[in-house]
């Protein structure tokens, strides 16, 4: 169990030592994700930039993927769990709407701007935990189009079947923790308060963001 996402951070910071000096790029998933990359970029003395990509919730089971969407519409759907629960297209239509919103709304809040320059970089994602990885892998997907040079996920805790997954888009896939039984990612975390903007925002400044 973590103490907390920063005690996270930096156990994962441990494992990265091998980028010191190769100049990556830790691309943080909002907001918990943040804070664990934090802990990493301050071990391996390197930039921090993140990346939005919002979960599309089943009905009446908002925790339950039915999908991802990336802040260039870019949508990845689960499709089993889509066709298992008779998802009408209308009613994903409008959460990738209401997403959509609240991507653009944290990246200009954020970062001050939607644009990227990702080619030729080494590129690790970073998010506090890996439950169904809708978020974490439509966000892969989008970088490794991006003419990056390596792609790394690095995760302190996440479930098998999705690491898995995983395995099979990123260059590489760090993980402290891939327990057999797995229900939440705050079950392996002492302190998993919700992370606020402004905690946000301040670690952005601290990467020279003017937000």
Not at 110 to 136: C, F, H, P
Request: charged share 25%.
């Amino acid at each position: 169990m973590f103490s907390d996402r920063t005690d996270a951070g930096k156990q994962l910071g441990k494992k990265l030592e091998f980028l010191k000096g190769k100049d990556p790029l830790i691309f943080a998933i909002p907001r918990g994700g943040v804070v664990v990359a934090d802990a990493i970029a301050t071990v391996l003395g390197c930039k921090l930039d993140i990346i939005v990509s919002r979960k599309i919730g089943a009905p009446h089971n908002p925790e339950l993927a039915i999908g991802a969407i990336l802040h260039d519409g870019s949508y990845f759907p689960n499709s089993e769990v889509v066709k298992m629960l008779q998802v009408p297209q209308s009613y994903i239509n409008l959460e990738k709407s209401i997403q959509m919103k609240e991507i653009e709304r944290r990246l200009i809040n954020y970062r001050g701007s939607m644009q990227y320059d990702l080619e030729n970089k080494i590129i690790v994602i970073v998010d506090d935990g890996i439950a169904t990885g809708a978020t974490i892998l439509v966000a892969a997907l989008w970088v490794k189009k991006q003419k990056t040079k390596k792609v790394i996920i690095a995760v302190p805790v996440g479930s098998k079947d999705s690491i898995q997954k995983l395995r099979g888009i990123a260059d590489e896939v760090i993980v402290l923790h891939a327990p057999d039984f797995f229900n939440a990612v705050g079950e392996f975390y002492k302190d998993f308060e919700q992370v606020e903007d402004e905690t946000v925002l301040e670690i952005m400044r601290k990467y020279g963001y003017a937000v």
